[in-house]
């Protein structure tokens, strides 16, 4: 095939070939700009209305941050043509950005607490009431539930793991045979929260009732929405300005406008959080922080948070 101009952006149709058999006449998938060095990022930057108070500390931003991943940062700043708002400074491109990242860690390091309590509560729930091994009983489940689908996906998890003393253990020692509270170790969230779901409703009322003071239809909301935001947060992805594929049901501080938010997915995450008392003391206060320190370059609308989000937040302890 024929390059063309080093300058141009150029398209080449046919049908994808393997991206390391060039050679053998491959194609690209769409259209191809050329690489561009860290001042030229910084020049369409400054090109596009962005102030850039000292370019060698852009490039040295650059260096770290790939111009694509902070680029998404710039859109609340955005205007149709492809320009910036007068005022937007890189400076405070990379404060949201850095806020971005902190606030990511801080609710990953929340969902860790929800994932760890959700595995405890339902092994202890499913052990005392189906015994041990209940769970490989596709009686025992809703009919929604793809009970090979589940065991398929539960025995891959085994085989990713077969190196871990507890999965050698019981693979060495039990025929592979795992109890429900070893069985939950390999579970990731999003199985969790599928085998919540696919629980007979009587057990799902009691399990809800009982550790979250909910009712299913919540409950299930609230862990979709938690598995989203885990997924996010495991690959850095951008919570800032963002817009959230599930809704979480039926939490009253949400307006319908703010129901795909990052306001909206907060909650949910403080809903599940399994220790109020800790949300209020100690999580809670210091995101609180994280928003004082950012405040010069956030703007709480961009995330759906309302002015007074710290006292809408705190969670109802028993």
Not at 5 to 12: K, P, Q
Request: charged share 25%; hydrophobic share 40%.
């Amino acid at each position: 095939m024929r390059f063309p101009d080093e300058n141009c952006i150029f398209r080449v149709t046919g049908p994808p070939a393997p991206l390391t058999d060039v050679s053998q006449g491959g194609h690209f998938f769409m259209e191809i700009k050329k690489a561009t060095s860290y001042r030229e990022q910084v020049e369409k930057i400054e090109q596009r209305g962005c102030c850039i108070e000292n370019v060698d500390d852009a490039v040295r931003c650059l260096e770290s941050i790939n111009y694509y991943r902070l680029s998404a940062y710039f859109l609340p700043f955005r205007k149709a043509d492809g320009s910036y708002n007068a005022g937007t400074s890189f400076s405070r491109i990379v404060q949201i950005y850095e806020f971005d990242r902190l606030l990511r860690r801080s609710l990953f390091s929340a969902l860790e607490e929800i994932e760890i309590s959700m595995r405890a509560r339902l092994a202890y729930f499913h052990a005392h009431k189906y015994s041990p091994i209940g769970y490989l009983d596709a009686s025992i489940y809703s009919r929604s539930h793809k009970h090979q689908k589940f065991l398929d996906t539960f025995n891959r998890e085994v085989g990713h793991s077969t190196n871990v003393p507890f999965v050698k253990h019981h693979l060495d020692c039990y025929d592979g045979v795992f109890p429900i509270w070893v069985a939950v170790e390999l579970f990731s969230f999003g199985m969790l929260s599928y085998f919540y779901a696919d629980l007979v409703l009587a057990d799902q009322k009691h399990f809800a009732s009982e550790y979250y003071k909910t009712v299913p239809k919540n409950l299930k909301s609230w862990l979709r929405c938690a598995t989203d935001l885990r997924n996010i947060c495991a690959h850095y992805g951008r919570l800032y300005y963002r817009i959230f594929s599930a809704i979480p049901a039926n939490i009253e501080e949400v307006e319908e406008k703010d129901e795909r938010s990052l306001w909206a997915v907060f909650l949910a995450v403080r809903n599940l959080y399994p220790n109020p008392k800790k949300w209020n003391e100690e999580f809670l206060p210091s995101i609180k922080e994280l928003f004082e320190k950012y405040s010069s370059a956030i703007q709480l609308e961009h995330i759906s948070f309302p002015e007074d989000w710290a006292e809408k937040a705190i969670a109802k302890e028993e």
